[in-house]
């Protein structure tokens, strides 16, 4: 218990401390060049020390090395860093100048990271972006302007049970009207959801707003200005992504967890799911291989009125303004760029090519799976670079969980979305 | 009929020892049993599952035992470079901070529990201030801060910020304030100067609040993440809970086998901490009235 001479003493040493700290904040966004100064094609040196996050992170020292061998004067230096907090990391870099030379940035997180002026924008005709998946370069893009090289992408396709669909005559959906049927024939397999979608948890936008692209809708205006849900065409996907609850296609209590929906998708109980390429280990951990092989199909989204765009992540390459050797990490990330290094970077890693000319050999070019995702990336598209996204994305979670618990129609909760993210703005 | 008074004495103690346990003590055995169940389940689901195969981890219905028991989770875990390294940076860095702490704290507890001085009360304020802001508000400017000063990236960046805390000095000071005045006046006139009575009456006194500061210490470094993930720029001073999120967090799913197993690794050592120091532990808290 507090003494009174404590809490005096506290409210002194308050008041004391609030005059030590004093107030006053600097604007932290700088007025800032089109593109960064050019570099040129001469081989990198010097060390050039990077930062990459979890597998990519312990993987890439082995693609550097090849550069290395390419161009012997420079040496790359690479810090393995986790994914979980990996963005406090990048800021605390940012705010003190005690930074590397370049960075690894998961896709949703660039504007964030753009918006505080610790970024470089990546140097005029550095690298060919019309080589790149539309998507990937999409969401390098902040405020009109290249912040990211991208390295590897994912995107999400349909996971189904092949041996239900067998047994049910039935084939992969390809339209919106084949969706429904097809699942519900799943579930006379003995499944008791025909898919899983989430219903609220964290990045449940991710699983939802797709359906609203599928449906036409852009969700932001050509200048990126201002949010625009309230469109037919979003409503529509709304509607669509509730009818397979109200059909009770999906539960209404869908994953929380990471590792949650592949146990009872090995068990039979689940039959269809929509995930990325990371998906197949997964299901091999939990499953076993045999079970991926004979018992898992994979086809793209089935389209819509409009597309069957799909969500698109990955990872992207960014060099700080403070680094010490700015050239070598721009040539660095201009050779990772490439189709080889791109090739070499997917036979280390696993990790999606970004680039579309590195898919035309070897695995790449021939694997069944991997050809479902390569069709799927040439629609998908990442949610809009703003600074404000990631709190348009809290709204969005909230308001798609009341719509899949029933709570509110697709129409209240679009209204509400659109009511708030207006208030919210684009941060423009 | 000796040996018979002697078996119903003993008869009638025992319904008596029966009747003493059945209304409340009954009640109360159970809720501890309920209690002790619901804080021994998680340890032992980690132990457990850190012997299974992931398959059979995320298992569904799941279950308890684990079927096929394996050590691939130890093997893979141990298999990644430099672990031995972490753990060394980790205990490095818990224990001098644990060593700063018993020190620091203590001299500071004392000074503020038994000598005048001028401005004490601020400073003591001061002290309780920082006990209450928040950590993630001064959180970036202490980085920056340890930067300037060249320590970013190094053992002594890791450990300098946490060589002292508030919570400990306000924890000293609360224990060191109920030691009588007289205890300390009577070693005065007996010609002891103050650093002969800090080490000669007021260290031995304090063994149960040292305990317990040293536990919270050792507790809070070892499991401290952001702090370490944002200071070491190379793998090389990494502490284990920042190398076990880079093995087993990945950006689309957690490798829970591999997770489990460093969970082992990292909770181990605490809780043979803690049982060598649990009746300081216990009796420190009870008497500084810290919950």
Redesign the interface.
């Known amino acids: 218990?507090l003494s009174s001479?404590?809490a005096?003493?506290?409210?002194?040493?308050?008041a004391?401390?609030l005059l030590l700290t004093g107030c006053g904040r600097s604007d932290a966004r700088q007025a800032q060049p089109a593109a960064g100064a050019p570099i040129d094609a001469e081989p990198a040196d010097g060390t050039i020390?990077v930062w990459a996050?979890?597998?990519e992170?312990?993987l890439l020292p082995k693609l550097a090395a090849q550069f290395s061998q390419a161009n012997p004067g420079a040496k790359v230096?690479v810090?393995?860093?986790?994914?979980?907090?990996y963005a406090?990391?990048v800021?605390?870099a940012i705010?003190?100048?005690?930074a590397?030379d370049a960075t690894m940035v998961?896709a949703v997180d660039l504007a964030a990271f753009a918006s505080t002026g610790g970024l470089e924008k990546v140097p005029s005709k550095l690298v060919d972006y019309g080589s790149f998946y539309r998507g990937a370069v999409q969401s390098t893009l902040f405020e009109g302007a290249e912040y990211g090289v991208p390295w590897y992408v994912?995107t999400r396709s349909l996971f189904y049970r092949k041996d239900m669909a067998k047994a049910a005559g039935v084939s992969a959906p390809k339209t919106w009207e084949e969706y429904g049927p097809f699942l519900q024939a799943l579930q006379k397999q003995g499944a008791k959801w025909g898919l899983s979608l989430p219903t609220g948890a964290t990045a449940t936008w991710q699983s939802v707003v797709p359906f609203m692209w599928q449906a036409g809708a852009q969700i932001m205006n050509e200048d990126g200005t201002k949010f625009t849900f309230d469109t037919p065409e979003a409503l529509k996907g709304l509607e669509f992504y509730r009818s397979f609850i109200t059909s009770k296609i999906t539960s209404p209590n869908g994953p929380v967890s990471?590792?949650e929906i592949?146990?009872?998708f090995?068990?039979g109980s689940t039959a269809a799911l929509i995930a990325?390429p990371?998906e197949e280990?997964?299901l091999k951990?939990?499953?076993?291989a045999p079970f991926v092989d004979d018992k898992v199909g994979i086809t793209p989204l089935p389209t819509g009125p409009k597309s069957n765009a799909s969500y698109i992540g990955g990872g992207q390459w960014a060099v700080f303004k403070d680094a010490k050797n700015r050239e070598g990490a721009w040539k660095f990330i201009r050779w990772m760029g490439g189709p080889d290094a791109q090739k070499a970077w997917y036979d280390l890693s696993g990790d999606l090519p970004a680039v579309e000319s590195a898919w035309n050999e070897g695995k790449l070019a021939t694997d069944a799976t991997l050809a479902v995702f390569r069709t799927q990336l040439k629609t998908a598209q990442p949610g809009p670079n703003t600074t404000t996204w990631r709190q348009v994305t809290a709204v969005l979670d909230a308001e798609f969980e009341k719509v899949a618990k029933g709570v509110s129609s697709p129409q209240a909760a679009l209204q509400e979305i659109q009511k708030k993210t207006s208030a919210i703005g684009t941060g423009v | 009929m000796t040996t018979m008074s002697a078996s119903t004495g003993a008869a009638t103690s025992g319904i008596g020892v029966l009747r003493r346990i059945r209304p409340a003590r009954i009640m109360l055995y159970g809720a501890l049993v309920v209690g002790l169940i619901a804080t021994l389940a998680p340890f032992a689901w980690m132990f457990l599952g850190s012997v299974k195969p992931?398959?059979e981890i995320?298992?569904?219905p799941s279950s308890w035992l684990p079927r096929s028991p394996t050590l691939d989770n130890f093997e893979l875990l141990l298999a990644k470079q430099n672990f031995g390294l972490y753990f060394f940076n980790s205990t490095l860095v818990a224990v001098t901070c644990v060593m700063g702490n018993l020190l620091f704290c203590s001299m500071a507890g004392y000074a503020f529990a038994k000598m005048e001085f001028a401005g004490k009360?601020?400073l003591?304020?001061?002290?309780?201030?920082?006990l209450?802001?928040p950590g993630a508000t001064t959180?970036?400017p202490l980085?920056?801060l340890v930067?300037?000063m060249g320590l970013?990236n190094s053992y002594l960046g890791l450990i300098l910020p946490f060589l002292v805390t508030p919570l400990g000095v306000f924890l000293m000071r609360q224990f060191i304030h109920d030691i009588p005045d007289s205890l300390v006046e009577a070693a005065r006139l007996d010609g002891a100067g103050e650093t002969r009575i800090f080490l000669r009456v007021i260290v031995p006194l304090c063994r149960p609040p040292l305990a317990t500061l040293a536990i919270l210490t050792f507790l809070a470094q070892w499991n401290n993440?952001?702090w370490p993930?944002?200071i070491a720029?190379?793998?090389d001073h990494y502490t284990l809970p920042?190398a076990l999120?880079?093995?087993s967090?990945?950006?689309?799913?957690?490798n829970?086998g591999l997770l489990l197993a460093g969970a082992v690794t990292v909770v181990t050592p605490i809780l043979l901490l803690f049982l060598f120091l649990q009746r300081q532990f216990v009796q420190g808290i009870a008497s500084t009235?810290i919950k």
């Open positions: 218990m001479t404590i005096k003493s506290l409210v002194g040493g308050l004391v401390a020390t996050m979890g597998t992170g312990e230096q810090t393995a860093v986790p994914w979980q907090d406090k990391k800021q605390t705010a003190s100048g005690d590397p998961g994912e990471l590792g592949e146990p009872q090995v068990a990325g990371w280990n997964l951990s939990a499953g076993g | 992931t398959g995320v298992a569904y009360r601020l003591f304020g001061l002290v309780l201030t920082m209450i802001i959180f970036v980085f920056v930067s300037n970013s993440f952001l993930l944002v720029q190379t793998e920042v999120a880079l093995f967090v990945g950006a689309n799913g957690t829970y009235g």
